[in-house]
């Protein structure tokens, strides 16, 4: 026979007749040589390693997405202070040439202070800020989250300007609804010849706002800037100015443009100097955690050597066989490596399906859980949101899968590398 021929008898790898054979291993059961139940083993590891890695990197994600973006929708992305806003022809002046500077979407003049609230169920303290009315109105996260009451009144009252907003936890905890009063107690109050004197008003309460995250809507009351002004003697000064830009991520780039803006006399800051810690430490616990994880993904892929090791060892009569019969080394590598790393990319799949689908369908799940154990799953109190949240980034979900395909992989080599070097001989010797 010419070589040409011979050649051309040989089976290409991962031919039909190895992925034949690596199946029916994996098939085959105990009794038989196989090792069925250590690869269903196997594959429900790798399954729930992948899964448990999809759902907390998305619901990291979620919970950095929805504090980040919740945060920033109430506090802002720049903020003005300094000698600039002791006048208010200078802070009117100042605002108006902020909100033309390019990529800024909303600049607000704000009075904050702390006062103690007093309702008829407890006292608690609270922030207040004074804001226009027109621009609290022009505040998606507090205008569009409206619970109950109405934003018409805000401003408006009998006394001037006496109707305030404040957030549904802090209403509930003080035990108040809109149409209610509520007394606010200043220790800043205005400047008299004995010195500052405490200042306590009675506020209708016109509406109630709930943005999702306990830490607001349990501390903060908005009231009309005039009339913060004078509840906490301010005369016609401001605190701050909030600026909100089109990229929060850009706010540093921003700095100098606002700066520049503001005028003389000003100081800019952003909301990574006044956060900086707590989205650090957000950063260094998704990265430990994923780190934790893979880990775990790691070790579940590890079943996949056991499982092979037996295998090889059980079907050392085969292997001889097949290689008297013709099949070379690389035959036998290529048959025990694709029974093993089937395992692992069938878990993997299997995985990443459980994975994103709890994920996608995490709020009704939640709510079964709480309804079946009649308990809450998630405190809004501990957790700051109102939900569990989870947000898919499919790079990371690709990272994710591909770590664990290569994982699966790389542990089946070493049984399959053993299978490839049996000798025939010596494997036959005692059959």
């Known amino acids: 026979m010419k070589p040409e021929a011979l050649a051309g008898s040989v089976a290409p790898p991962f031919s039909a007749w190895e992925r034949s054979v690596a199946a029916r291993y994996l098939r085959s059961k105990r009794k038989n040589g196989g090792v069925a139940l250590i690869s269903i083993i196997s594959f429900i590891g790798i399954m729930l390693a992948v899964a448990v890695l999809i759902i907390v990197m998305s619901v990291m994600n979620g919970f950095r997405t929805e504090l980040?973006?919740?945060?920033?929708?109430?506090?802002?992305?720049?903020?003005?202070?300094?000698?600039?806003?002791?006048?208010?022809?200078?802070?009117?002046?100042?605002?108006?040439?902020?909100r033309r500077a390019d990529d800024v979407i909303q600049a607000v003049p704000m009075v904050e202070a702390q006062a103690m609230a007093i309702g008829p169920a407890q006292i608690t303290g609270a922030?207040?800020?004074?804001?226009?009315?027109?621009?609290?109105?022009?505040?998606?996260?507090?205008?569009?989250?409206?619970?109950?009451?109405?934003?018409?009144?805000?401003?408006?009252?009998?006394?001037?300007?006496?109707?305030?907003?404040?957030?549904d936890r802090l209403a509930e905890g003080l035990g108040v609804q809109p149409g209610d009063v509520v007394k606010l107690v200043s220790p800043s109050g205005p400047a008299t010849a004995f010195g500052t004197a405490t200042q306590e008003k009675d506020y209708v309460v016109?509406?109630?706002?709930?943005?999702?995250?306990?830490?607001?809507?349990?501390?903060?009351?908005?009231?009309?800037?005039?009339?913060?002004?004078?509840?906490?003697?301010r005369d016609q000064s401001v605190d701050v100015i909030e600026v909100k830009v089109q990229n929060p991520d850009r706010a540093r780039d921003m700095r100098p443009v606002v700066s520049r803006a503001a005028g003389p006399g000003a100081f800019v800051s952003d909301w990574t100097q006044k956060d900086k810690a707590y989205f650090d430490a957000l950063q260094v616990e998704r990265a430990a955690m994923r780190l934790i994880l893979m880990m775990i993904v790691a070790i579940a892929a590890l079943n996949i050597i056991s499982g092979l090791v037996m295998l090889v060892k059980n079907k050392g009569k085969d292997i001889a066989i097949l290689r008297t019969m013709g099949a070379g080394q690389g035959a036998i590598l290529r048959i025990f490596f694709m029974a093993g790393a089937s395992i692992g990319v069938l878990g993997t799949l299997a995985g990443l399906a459980a994975g994103v689908l709890f994920c996608t369908f995490i709020e009704p799940i939640q709510k079964v859980l709480e309804a079946v154990t009649g308990t809450k799953v998630f405190n809004a109190e501990i957790y700051f949101l109102s939900h569990i949240p989870a947000r898919i980034e499919w790079s990371e979900v690709g990272i994710v899968t591909l770590f664990a395909m290569i994982v699966s992989f790389l542990v089946t080599l070493p049984p399959a590398w053993r299978a490839a070097h049996l000798d025939p001989v010596e494997a036959l010797r005692y059959e």
Request: proline share 4%.
């Open 68 to 98: 980040l973006g919740k945060m920033l929708g109430f506090n802002g992305h720049l903020f003005v202070s300094g000698q600039v806003l002791s006048d208010p022809v200078q802070t009117f002046a100042a605002t108006q040439r902020i």
């Open 127 to 167: 922030i207040v800020r004074g804001i226009s009315p027109a621009d609290l109105k022009a505040t998606p996260i507090i205008a569009g989250n409206i619970k109950r009451g109405s934003l018409d009144n805000f401003g408006r009252g009998e006394f001037g300007g006496d109707t305030i907003m404040m957030g």
């Open 206 to 233: 016109g509406g109630v706002f709930s943005v999702g995250m306990t830490q607001f809507d349990a501390a903060f009351i908005y009231m009309p800037m005039e009339q913060a002004q004078l509840f906490f003697g």
